[in-house]
């Protein structure tokens, strides 16, 4: 499973799974505290930290996506 609030917050990214799911998945805030993100929230991930120019992130996530390995 793909702990996405993990990566973001030790890339400083993010302070809470609230701001991280309304933020960075586009999602509902409670969304991460349910569950792992679908595929539908890491693209939207993907495509915010294209939008704000952290190249290195975006690939690492897409990586994440399509390999589904567990961030370091």
């Not at 993010?14 to 679908?38: D, E, F, K």
């Not at 975006?58 to 567990?70: E, K």
Request: a positive charge; charged letters at 20%.
């Amino acid at each position: 499973m793909i702990d996405l609030y993990e990566f973001m917050l030790k890339r400083r990214l993010t302070t809470s799974r609230r701001h991280c799911s309304t933020h960075w998945c586009q999602m509902a805030p409670n969304y991460l505290v349910i569950g792992g993100p679908s595929d539908t929230a890491m693209i939207n991930v993907f495509r915010r930290l294209i939008s704000e120019g952290r190249w290195l992130t975006a690939v690492r996530v897409a990586h994440m996506t399509l390999f589904r390995q567990v961030a370091r």
